[in-house]
């Protein structure tokens, strides 16, 4: 915890600044925010002023820090690599930050895409993890979790390497999906993101790996 002190404190900051920007433009912001959307980009769920504002960061704080006292008390956590371990750091505040911008700018009548947004940094995210995959080590926070993996370092080892490929393309899906927002595209990849290795790493099981 000390090694990333700062880091953890400048994150915080940044996940909870969103509600310093909606204090600011409170006047100008309706009673009533939309805060989902629909793959068609037409929102489908809103929220009071004051959830919208305050509730949310609040709720992706708590996500950012129970996701690090999991990690720094996994029984593994020295298999966490810095770089692996950066890049949770920076996953919720910059999801808090964007999301926040998006959701303010429609409420104040601003046309933007937020399916265009939501695919471009999911896919961007997905090609970076996709990439660390390979060099991800055993743990039982961080990785693909099956019984399989964690019960063999080499099912685990090889699992990732192909995971890493199978998430690098799935995320060139989602930013070639901004584009398009079709579900036919955005669920489907998800289905073989999850379904792929974990199908590869039972078959190395049962062939004894």
């Given amino acids: 915890m000390k090694k990333y002190k700062s ?8 996940t909870l600044l969103p509600i310093l920007i909606g204090v600011l433009l409170w006047p100008q912001l309706p009673d009533s925010i939309a805060t989902h959307f629909n793959f068609g980009n037409t929102a489908d769920g809103w929220s009071s002023k004051v959830f919208a504002v305050f509730g949310l960061p609040v709720i992706l704080l708590a996500v950012h820090w ?7 008390n996994d029984p593994k956590k020295k298999n966490i690599g810095d770089k692996i371990f950066g890049l949770m750091l920076w996953v919720v505040p910059a999801i808090s930050l964007i999301t926040s911008v998006l959701i303010y700018c429609n409420a104040l009548g601003y046309t933007l895409s ?7 940094l999911l896919g961007v995210l997905l090609i970076v993890i996709g990439n660390l995959l390979p060099k991800c080590k055993q743990s039982y926070t961080v990785g693909i979790k099956l019984p ?9 080892n090889r699992t990732h390497r192909l995971a890493g490929w199978i998430w690098v393309l799935g995320g060139a899906a989602y930013i070639v999906n901004a584009f398009f927002l079709s579900k ?24 004894g790996v």
């Fill in 114 to 120: 937020t399916g265009l947004a939501a695919n471009l």
């Fill in 184 to 207: 036919w595209i955005f669920i489907p990849t998800i289905i073989l993101m999850i379904g792929i290795p974990t199908a590869y790493s039972f078959v190395l099981y049962r062939k």
């Fill in 66 to 72: 129970l996701s690090i006292v999991f990690m720094l």
């Fill in 7 to 14: 880091t953890l404190i400048l994150t915080s900051i940044i």
């Fill in 148 to 156: 399989w993996t964690l019960s063999s370092e080499e099912n685990w």
